[in-house]
């Protein structure tokens, strides 16, 4: 096989494979192919100078540390992102699904709507909150309070090699689906690869350079992990809340909705309405709430259609694994592993999801 290639199986393959490149050598040498191309990098030390540029254009969110935890915020001033981190203790899902957010203010007959300010863009969140923001999508087609931030919004997700009890490579989700950009930690540098014309366009950046890389490809490139048995626990699961799996869990669990609050999918939510001392002026807004709270089902005349923890519980896991899949073809979990690293009862949904798939609940 020639060394150098214009067209051909091989240079199809390898665009196909890492995307269009100006360079592309390929030599084959018995059972290993390497490609070598001009890739787009960009350095670690350029990071910091990057996310300053782009400030100029939009209002940048970035993993940061506060202590022994990470949290998105807004970049301002001096605060260090920290793209090498496990995992966040809340989600991205907060930036466009805020833990309260004013809907609208009123007084006496005017009513007035906040208006979003500038494009967000998301810098330095695992894949799994991408799809996770996917999913989101989905539920608030027709909220504009939502889709107002989210459809101006960009991308960029760097990979991740650390979050604790994470388990989202053994669900079915196409995690590279919902960024504009990749960020592959290499080392000294990433490699960066866009996903839309927004990624491409912030590799118009002077920050970012191209760099020839050796790639050794033998297979596929998957992860080998073995997938959960989505159709077995969707079965276990609707056999109904009086299983003894569900009390088990409610033995331990305190019902306190940590679980839903940390997810980035949980989407429950309560509308309030306040009112100021001169009773003619206040706001509508919504605010988070969670299933598994004892109030969350309550209805007048304190009747309750989940008055018991094991049904709450039943609950959550029948929203996640049987309705969302029925209603918009999709679990609705990511496999982040928040619930698990951050539930105070040390409940392990994981461990759960094993007993469900295979029918031990």
């Known amino acids: 096989m020639p ?3 214009q067209s051909s199986f091989w240079a199809q393959f390898a ?13 084959d040498s018995g059972d290993k192919v390497r490609i070598t191309k001009m890739t787009i990098i960009i350095k670690k030390e350029n990071i910091a100078p990057l996310i300053k540029d782009l400030q100029r254009k939009y209002d940048v969110y970035a993993p940061v540390r506060k202590g022994d935890l990470y949290l998105f915020e807004e970049i301002k001033g001096k605060k260090k992102i920290e793209l090498d981190y496990s995992t966040t203790i809340l989600p991205p899902k ?11 203010n009123f007084n006496k007959n005017r009513v007035k709507i ?4 500038r494009r967000i863009l998301l810098f330095g969140i695992h894949p799994y909150d991408a799809q996770a923001l996917l999913i989101l999508d989905g539920i608030f087609t027709d909220d504009p309070h939502y889709s107002e931030r989210r459809k101006n919004s960009i991308i960029v997700t760097v990979n991740d090699k650390r979050t604790p009890n994470a388990f989202y490579t053994e669900l079915d989700h196409n995690y590279n689906r919902a960024t504009d950009l990749f960020l592959e930690d290499t080392g000294d540098f990433y490699i960066a690869t866009p ?9 118009n950046s002077k ?10 490809n033998k297979a596929s490139g998957k992860s080998g992990s073995k997938l959960l048995n989505l159709g077995g626990i ?12 569900w009390a088990e869990i409610a033995e331990k669990c305190l019902g306190c909705g940590i679980c839903s609050y940390v997810c980035p999918v949980c989407h429950c939510f309560d ?30 005349g304190r009747i309750n259609f989940r008055e018991k923890l094991q049904d709450r519980i039943h609950n959550w896991y029948h929203h996640k694994f049987v309705r969302a899949p029925l209603e918009r073809g999709v679990v609705d979990c990511v496999g982040c592993g928040r619930c698990i690293t951050f539930c105070p009862a040390g409940i392990d949904i994981k461990g759960i999801l094993n007993r469900l798939q295979s029918g031990t609940g």
Request: charged letters at 35%; hydrophobic letters at 35%.
């Open 15 to 27: 665009e196909s494979k890492f995307g269009p490149n100006k360079k592309l050598i390929v030599s």
């Open 234 to 245: 969707k079965s276990s699961i609707e056999k109904g809340a009086d299983r003894k799996i």
């Open 3 to 5: 060394e150098k290639l």
């Open 271 to 300: 509308i309030e309405d306040k009112i100021n001392l001169d009773k003619v002026s206040g706001c509508r807004c919504r605010i988070h709430d969670s299933c598994m709270l004892y109030e969350f089902s309550l209805i007048l």
């Open 114 to 117: 906040p208006k979003f300010r």
């Open 94 to 104: 907060n930036i466009f699904f805020p833990t309260r957010h004013t809907l609208m």
């Open 207 to 216: 920050f970012f350079e191209e760099r020839k890389i050796n790639t050794n």
């Open 195 to 203: 996903k839309t014309k927004f990624g491409r366009e912030i590799l």
